[in-house]
C-alpha cells in the first residue's frame, strides 16, 4: 500500500522565482491538504484539494496557488518566491467520504531554500 | 479560530520511563478531533494517536495514551516505557468535527522535542 509521496525532496530556488511542488496522495485517498512549516515551527494550513477543486484556504497570499488532477495528485506552485516561503512544505491525503473518520496522512515532505 | 498551544518546548525522558507532554487548546465548539503527531528528524509526519472530543475514554495505542480534560481543554500525551525511537518533535494538532470530508484542516500547536537519554 503505497503512502503518500512528494517530489522533490529538496528545491534551492532565487527570489522572484517560481516553484512547483508535488503530491501523490495514499492509495485510495481523494483528498489533498497542503502545508507549510517553518523550522521549528508547527505546520500551518495553506489549502485543501477535493474533487480538482480549492475546498479551503489558509491564510495565505495568492502567490500560492494548487491544482488537483483526476488521479487525485496535486501540485502546489508558489510564484515570485519570497526568502519567508523557506520551508518544509508538506502534503496530507485523506478521504473524504469517509465522514467523520477522515484522518489525515502526510508525506515526506519538500525543503524549499529560497536564497 | 481554534488555536493549539504546546508551552513546552523541549522535554527530556531516561529510556524505559514515562514522560508526559503538554497541550491546551481554545475553541467555542462542543465537537471535535484532536491528534497527536510525531516527527522524527526524517521529517515525516506520523499519527500517534486520535481522540474524539464526545468519547469520554481517553484514547490509548499500545505505549501511549491521552488525558483528555474537555472542560479544561487539555489534552496531553504519556508515553510509558520510552524508547530511543521515540525522540522526535511531537505535534498536537485540532480538528473541528463541523469540518467534514473535504473541509478537514488540521490546527497544530508548534511543537515539544523530546529527547530520550539511553
Known amino acids: 500500500d503505497a503512502g503518500v509521496t512528494q517530489s522533490p525532496t529538496h528545491l534551492i530556488k532565487t527570489r522572484g522565482q517560481q516553484v512547483t511542488l508535488r503530491c501523490s496522495p495514499k492509495?485510495?485517498?481523494?483528498?489533498v491538504s497542503w502545508y507549510q512549516q517553518a523550522l521549528g515551527q508547527g505546520p500551518q494550513f495553506i489549502f485543501q484539494y477535493y474533487e480538482e477543486e480549492e475546498r479551503q484556504r489558509g491564510n495565505f497570499p495568492d502567490r500560492f496557488s494548487g491544482h488537483q488532477f483526476p488521479n487525485y495528485s496535486s501540485e502546489l506552485n508558489v510564484n515570485a518566491l519570497l526568502l519567508g516561503d523557506s520551508a518544509l512544505y508538506l502534503c496530507?491525503?485523506?478521504?473524504?467520504?469517509?465522514?467523520?473518520?477522515?484522518?489525515?496522512?502526510f508525506g515526506p515532505g519538500t525543503r524549499l531554500l529560497v536564497l | 479560530a481554534q488555536t493549539v498551544t504546546q508551552s513546552q518546548p523541549e522535554m527530556s525522558v531516561q529510556e524505559a520511563e514515562t514522560v508526559t507532554l503538554s497541550c491546551t487548546y481554545d475553541t467555542s465548539e462542543s465537537d471535535y478531533y484532536l491528534f497527536w503527531y510525531k516527527q522524527p528528524p526524517s521529517r515525516q509526519m506520523i499519527l500517534v494517536i486520535r481522540q474524539e472530543a464526545y468519547k469520554q475514554q481517553n484514547a490509548t495505542e499500545n505505549r501511549f495514551s491521552v488525558n483528555f480534560q474537555k472542560a479544561a481543554k487539555s489534552f496531553s500525551l504519556k508515553i510509558s516505557d520510552s524508547q530511543l525511537g521515540d525522540a522526535a518533535m511531537y505535534f498536537c494538532a485540532y480538528r473541528s468535527a463541523f469540518m467534514t470530508g473535504a473541509n478537514s484542516k488540521l490546527t497544530f500547536g508548534k511543537g515539544i522535542t523530546l529527547s530520550v537519554r539511553p
Open positions: 492509495s485510495g485517498h481523494d483528498t
Open positions: 496530507a491525503s485523506s478521504l473524504a467520504r469517509d465522514r467523520g473518520q477522515e484522518t489525515q496522512y
